[in-house]
């Protein structure tokens, strides 16, 4: 092993409770390395967490505490994001860079601290800063409190499934290189399924494996990890029972295809119910427009106890690049569950009603290729990314670093899905929307027709949401509401908005801080398709932002 890769094994310990004590502290020590992609046949270095890729997997149970002390052993600056995690009053350990910390810098470390509150479910865990999160991911298994039992049937076992995408090239020297003259990034070079690609030529591995046994029932925690991929999931031959999405339990439904967008997360039910032998599992990538992607196919196998040593392979079709009907028909099923137990409490009264549209842009640039830069906005505004953390900023008072004058409704309303306007320019800024403590909002996320319109994995930190509506064509506020689900909406922290199309979400902000709203494609993140949200503080100390810990790294 050349002299670069350090390893580390994962740091599991949970503190000595009596059994019958559901919340414990559990802590975990996280390496950021550089470590050999041996899974991809490929001997460049990449950045990892234990030397593992994907990263070590993080178990809890609802209401745990988890620490998990970050040390940074590469050349790269790094942050850690908790996918998902309600972070309440804990902002100061969400993870994305300059938004609610200043970056861990080589050499040095950061303890995150927080409490998984009413959670339980699939989430993950990735990098927040550049495009490291392309290997730096993993998996967050939340199980229900002790004693408390699925809202399914209980399965035989479960296993962890995480895409990604593999690029050959250095991706943080790719990245660097384009921005500087405006180019648009190169596409990943393959798909992966728990850091494999599945058989290429020239390379020995065999791809991912699912060991299954006649007869039982297994429940897959599905986690899209890829950088800009909305994906296709298929198993040749068997049907998948899907019953959470985003760490939030759902009414059942079957399929034989599931949708993912990047950050979503999806525990399905699959029963091995077929013959012996040897299944083809396939993800493959939307994209119903003309935006390049990275077209390939990864496969893996579903593999029967008693297979013989070399036997056919049952194969399956995969959806079309374009099919959205097929995305339209999984989000459509998708409910909250809504019992008793878990109640979907949708708001039914709203303070800020927001029209957030967006799209890309083109604005001038001197430096760069035919004299323009692409970039990417939320209602015309291209984000700008401090170099003082919104959050430290936002709790010492330290003017200058953002204002709270970011628009709730475009400024210049226009056909939004239709023949785009003249002017392409955004304006820049770091702005901020204010919203009181305890408040109501609902977003209309409205996809505009700029240069070309694509779907949006829109996410939201620190927060759930319902999405209570969705559309094509522009939002039409005085008859779409009529059709909103404020029954059973599913319940997610990231949501495709769809091509040219709109979604409606709901939530109450009732988490005091700093708190990121973004698309997660990467590419679209890196032009600036972001904006933040400060919520004030309530009454009192439990309505308040936590104080910021000693180890808080600096800029």
């Given at each position: 092993m050349a002299a670069w890769a350090r390893t580390a094994v994962v740091v599991v310990a949970a503190l000595m409770f009596p059994a019958l004590v559901e919340s414990v502290v559990r802590h975990?020590?996280?390496?950021?390395?550089?470590?050999?992609?041996?899974?991809?046949?490929?001997?460049?270095?990449?950045?990892?967490?234990?030397?593992?890729?994907?990263?070590?997997t993080l178990h809890a149970r609802e209401d745990d505490t988890v620490i998990v002390r970050v040390v940074n052993h590469v050349q790269y600056n790094v942050t850690i994001h908790w996918h998902g995690v309600r972070q309440l009053r804990t902002g100061w350990s969400d993870g994305p860079a300059y938004i609610t910390q200043c970056p861990i810098q080589t050499g040095q470390?950061?303890?995150?601290?927080?409490?998984?509150?009413g959670q339980r479910g699939t989430l993950l865990w990735h990098a927040h800063i550049t495009w490291l999160r392309a290997t730096v991911h993993g998996a967050i298994v939340i199980l229900p409190k002790l004693g408390v039992p699925y809202p399914f049937p209980t399965p035989d076992k479960e296993e962890i499934i995480v895409f990604g995408e593999w690029w050959k090239t250095d991706i943080e020297t790719m990245i660097n290189k384009v921005m500087q003259v405006s180019l648009t990034p190169n596409v990943s070079d393959s798909h992966t399924i728990n850091g494999y690609t599945g058989p290429v030529p020239n390379c020995s591995s065999k791809g991912f494996t699912l060991h299954v046994e006649s007869g039982k029932t297994y429940?897959?925690?599905?986690?899209?990890?890829?950088?800009?991929?909305?994906?296709?999931?298929?198993?040749?031959?068997?049907?998948?029972?899907?019953?959470?999405?985003?760490?939030?339990?759902?009414?059942?439904?079957?399929?034989?295809?599931?949708?993912?967008?990047?950050?979503?997360?999806?525990?399905?039910?699959?029963?091995?119910?077929?013959?012996?032998?040897?299944?083809?599992?396939?993800?493959?990538?939307?994209?119903?427009?003309?935006?390049?992607?990275?077209?390939?196919?990864?496969?893996?196998?579903?593999r029967y106890k008693g297979t013989p040593a070399f036997p056919p392979i049952t194969l399956t079709s995969i959806p079309p690049q374009n099919a959205t009907p097929i995305t339209n028909t999984f989000m459509d099923r998708l409910r909250s569950l809504n019992s008793d137990q878990y109640p979907a409490n949708v708001p039914l009264t709203i303070d800020h009603s927001l029209l957030f549209t967006i799209g890309v842009g083109v604005n001038p640039c001197a430096t760069c290729v035919n004299g323009s830069r692409v970039v990417a906005g939320i209602n015309n505004v291209t984000f700008v990314m401090p170099t003082t953390a919104l959050l430290q900023a936002h709790y010492y008072s330290i003017s200058g670093v953002f204002t709270v004058d970011f628009p709730g409704n475009p400024l210049i309303p226009f056909n939004?899905?239709?023949?785009?306007?003249?002017?392409?320019?955004?304006?820049?800024?770091?702005?901020?929307?204010?919203?009181?403590?305890?408040?109501?909002?609902?977003?209309?996320?409205?996809?505009?027709?700029?240069?070309?319109?694509?779907?949006?994995?829109?996410?939201?930190?620190?927060?759930?949401?319902?999405?209570?509506?969705?559309?094509?064509?522009?939002?039409?506020?005085?008859?779409?509401?009529?059709?909103?689900?404020?029954?059973?909406p599913v319940e997610r922290n990231t949501i495709s908005v769809p091509t040219a199309g709109w979604t409606a979400i709901r939530f109450n902000a009732d988490n005091p801080g700093i708190w990121f709203l973004h698309c997660h494609l990467e590419v679209h993140t890196t032009w600036g398709l972001k904006m933040v949200f400060l919520v004030d503080n309530g009454n009192g100390p439990n309505e308040s932002i936590l104080p910021p810990p000693s180890d808080l790294p600096t800029c």
């Open positions: 975990y020590k996280f390496r950021v390395v550089l470590k050999n992609a041996t899974k991809l046949c490929a001997t460049k270095p990449i950045v990892t967490v234990n030397g593992k890729f994907p990263g070590p470390s950061y303890i995150y601290n927080f409490t998984l509150t429940l897959l925690r599905i986690i899209n990890a890829a950088v800009n991929d909305e994906l296709f999931f298929k198993v040749a031959g068997h049907q998948l029972t899907v019953v959470e999405v985003d760490a939030t339990y759902t009414k059942p439904f079957k399929t034989d295809t599931i949708f993912i967008g990047p950050g979503q997360t999806t525990n399905a039910l699959l029963t091995a119910d077929q013959y012996t032998g040897k299944y083809l599992i396939a993800i493959s990538p939307f994209m119903d427009t003309v935006v390049a992607v990275d077209n390939l196919t990864a496969i893996g196998t579903l939004y899905t239709g023949t785009p306007p003249a002017n392409l320019q955004t304006m820049n800024g770091t702005k901020a929307y204010r919203l009181k403590y305890n408040s109501t909002v609902q977003i209309v996320l409205q996809g505009t027709s700029f240069i070309a319109p694509e779907s949006h994995p829109i996410h939201l930190h620190g927060y759930n949401f319902y999405v209570v509506g969705k559309g094509v064509g522009n939002f039409d506020p005085n008859n779409d509401p009529k059709n909103f689900n404020l029954v059973d």
